[in-house]
């Protein structure tokens, strides 16, 4: 199906209607002061557009808009495992949460991808100085050490319970199998 | 230059990156002299806010001298000092032409629900900000204002979104002379839209938090009564206590979704993110406002959905009112205020920080630390 036009035909005639207008009240504005409504004219895509940007950086782009906006942000244009998401995601409107649950999920990824490009660059991330580290130490010592405590006792934990878990050497498996001594009978 | 960095959930840095270019005929280049973190951005930091690609810089605070102009910008010149609105408007779409400059139709790509932003993720447009050396400007004929030579540019820096979003918060109550008025969050946005409450004719602002030392600054700041939320029972019953049982006549939300306060909020909310941040805020402000009500929304909240009591908006008969800061539409009036002395911001402001050590000051800002109120980026080109 087309979409509607937005144009304003004369669907109604609106002079027929008894009583049509008789309580339009100018002063019953809930959006007053940042709304101007004497400059709304309706609904027409009709005003001047800015000049067009022209770029050869992928940009996405909601399928609610009627055209591409004037100016778009250039900013890390998708790529990747992310970027493949990202763009399945624009498929759906906004009003459609499989569309920002797969941006969250790209989001996640792209966390990834991150650290493999530093990696790659041989760069290593120095993960604790990102997440600000040193002020933690200036201004919260104690927290710190909580966290760094937690961090080990986990750790620790984790450690303990994947030892735990491990098969046991073939000796001791033997062992169990070695099946009991048969005595003769007298 | 040098830039912020996004490299995934609490973790930014300082990277060399490439200088930005003129991409459009009313595009400007700044050098930023300064630059804050927002407490929207710590959405953002959170991994709050869908589609925040890994390398954006972020920073929709900021102002700085013009060092370059498209051939479309005719009313700057380099070496002007300008502030920048955090909205991205054309100022000629459907929407600009009617004020609303934060909705702006002719600025971003990813999302009709909201206009271009700095540094605010690809859902607001994809546009690197101003937490860097230097950034481009789109609309630069439209948004950035010259900072008049009497100001001081920490105030100015202010004028870019905290004060114009407090201001627009309590301008959208409605508020009436006299009127009881809630803030939920004392943050630097609900502690300046306590401070404008009075301007509008407040009769008594009230400020709710769990944060003790903010509390303390609202409470000298505003002026306000100001109330520990964890130190309450309950917030809706403990206002309308103090109000014969009534409620508020206007409730401002100012904290958005990384608010804290409510176990299931922030199990689905924060932790999960299955909901647009915890929004127990906007639940306190629906229940705590009188019947026939203002519920003044600017705390900034994911684009899905939320757990709010919509049934008891209705059975109030609230209004609800709610926008991004038309920033460019109130600059004149909020100039006039800090001239004459109504309102100071660059008292909000506890610390300057070198932009290279921007890791550090995101975790201050985020974790509280160090009575952190309004930190500002200050890069070593300035």
Known sequence: MDALSTERKPLVDTS????????ADPENDPTYPYRDRSKDDGLLFNWQRPPIQETD???????????????????????????????????????????????????????????AQDLSRGKVPNIPAEMGVRAEWQHNKKGLA???????????????????????????????????????AD | MRAMDYRGPYRVRIEEKPMPKILHPRDAIVRVTRSCIC?????????????????????????????????????????????VPFNIAC????????????????????????????????TAGGYDG?????????????????????????????????????YQAAEMGGIKKGDTVVVFGAGPVGIMAARCAWLFGAGRVIVFDHVDYRLEFARTYAPAEVYNFKEVDDVVVFMKKTTDGLGADV????????????????????????????AIPLHWAINSVKKGGVVSIVGVYGPTGNMIPIGNVVNKGLTLRANQASVKRLLPRLIDHVRDGHINPKALITHKVPLEDVADAYHIFSAKLDGCIKPVLVPSTH
């Open chain 1, 16 to 23: 027929a209607i008894p009583g049509w207008g008789v309580d």
């Open chain 1, 57 to 115: 950086v992928e940009i996405l782009q909601s399928i609610e808009h009627k055209t591409r906006p004037a100016v778009v942000g250039t900013s890390t244009p998708p790529s990747g495992l992310s970027g493949m998401i990202r763009r399945l995601a624009f498929r759906w409107s906004e009003s459609n949460w499989l569309h920002w649950l797969l941006l969250m999920g790209a989001d996640r990824i792209n966390v990834v991808e991150g650290v």
């Open chain 2, 251 to 278: 409730a401002i939300e100012a904290v958005g979704g990384d608010a804290e306060g409510n176990f299931l909020q922030t199990l689905f909310g924060t932790k999960l993110k299955l909901e647009a941040g915890n």
């Open chain 2, 91 to 122: 100022g000629q779409c459907h929407f600009c032409k009617q004020g609303l400059f934060g909705n702006c139709h002719e600025s971003n790509a990813q999302a009709t629900a909201v206009g271009g932003i700095f540094g605010y993720s690809h």
């Open chain 2, 130 to 166: 101003g937490q860097a050396e230097y950034v481009r400007v789109p609309y630069a004929d439209f948004g950035p204002t010259v900072i008049p030579d009497w100001m001081d540019p920490d105030d100015a820096v202010l004028l870019t979104d905290v004060v114009p979003t407090g």
């Open chain 2, 39 to 83: 407490g929207s951005d710590l959405h953002l930091y959170h991994g709050m806010v869908p589609d925040t690609r890994i390398g954006m810089t972020f920073g929709h605070e900021f102002c700085g001298i013009v060092e370059e102009v498209g051939p479309e910008v005719t009313n700057l010149k380099r070496g002007d000092h300008v502030l």
């Open chain 1, 146 to 184: 909580t966290k760094v405590a937690v961090l080990t006792a986990v750790s620790a934990g984790l450690f303990l319970l994947l030892r735990g878990s491990k098969p046991k050497p073939f000796e001791a498996q033997r062992k169990r199998v070695t099946p009991p001594e048969v005595h003769e």
